[in-house]
Every structure is written in structure tokens, then in C-alpha cells.
């Protein structure tokens, strides 16, 4: 369960750094810079279902300045 632990950490971080990276303009100057992400790439990005970053992804949230 440890190595199953760490996967789901790696893959928050992957998840992360690519909706970082995906929305730097938005996070530079705003709202009307914010592209839209859907759960099927970022499936595909993690190698898992979209399913899985359904369940990755419910009830977090990203605070920004």
C-alpha cells in the first residue's frame, strides 16, 4: 500500500505541474487567460482512466494568489 501511496503523490505532482505550466498566463494576469483543461487529458497525461482523475481530483482545490 506504500508503493500505492507514492504513485498517487507522483501523479498529484504530474498533475500539478502540467495545470501549472497549462495556466501560467492565467495565473500572470487573470481570468481571461484561463484554458480550459479536460479529465481525458489529463488521463492521458498520467496514464490512467479518466475515472481515476475523476477520483484525483474531487474536492481539491488550488489556492492562487
Not at 504513485?7 to 504530474?14: I, M, S
Amino acid at each position: 500500500w506504500v508503493l500505492r501511496l507514492q504513485k498517487r503523490e507522483e501523479n498529484l505532482d504530474k498533475l500539478m505541474g502540467y495545470l501549472l505550466q497549462k495556466q501560467v498566463l492565467f495565473v500572470q494576469k487573470g481570468t481571461a487567460y484561463l484554458e480550459p483543461v479536460l479529465q481525458t487529458e489529463l488521463a492521458q497525461l498520467l496514464g490512467v482512466s479518466v475515472s481515476t482523475v475523476s477520483r484525483m481530483i474531487h474536492g481539491k482545490y488550488l489556492q492562487n494568489p
